[in-house]
């Protein structure tokens, strides 16, 4: 015969040991996740910095071919000479600050 209490102590043991497992391989996972956004956090930085790259030679090489071409678009292309101009502007107000 065996001590009832006994065996409640096997059983709790046991399941003490499953929710370790458990707790572990929880942890496991949520590391590799922390992992994984962390490196689509990386991937998309960079995609954002090469779309704002690439917006900015597409905006250069449209400025340069209204100039070149002699587009009848002079006055969008002085608009956008005036607003590059502009930002170049505040861009040394703020280092002057």
Do not use: W
């Amino acid at each position: 015969m065996t001590d009832p209490n006994s065996e409640l102590i096997v059983e709790l043991k046991d399941k003490i040991n499953r929710l370790i497992q458990q707790y572990q391989s929880l942890k496991s996972e949520v590391q590799l996740l922390e992992d994984e956004k962390s490196r689509l956090t990386d991937q998309l930085e960079e995609a954002a910095r090469e779309y704002h790259n690439l917006e900015q030679r597409f905006n250069n090489m449209k400025i340069t071919k209204d100039l070149v071409v002699g587009s009848s678009e002079a006055g969008e292309t002085k608009k956008r000479i005036g607003q590059i101009v502009r930002e170049i502007d505040k861009c040394i107000a703020l280092l002057n600050r």
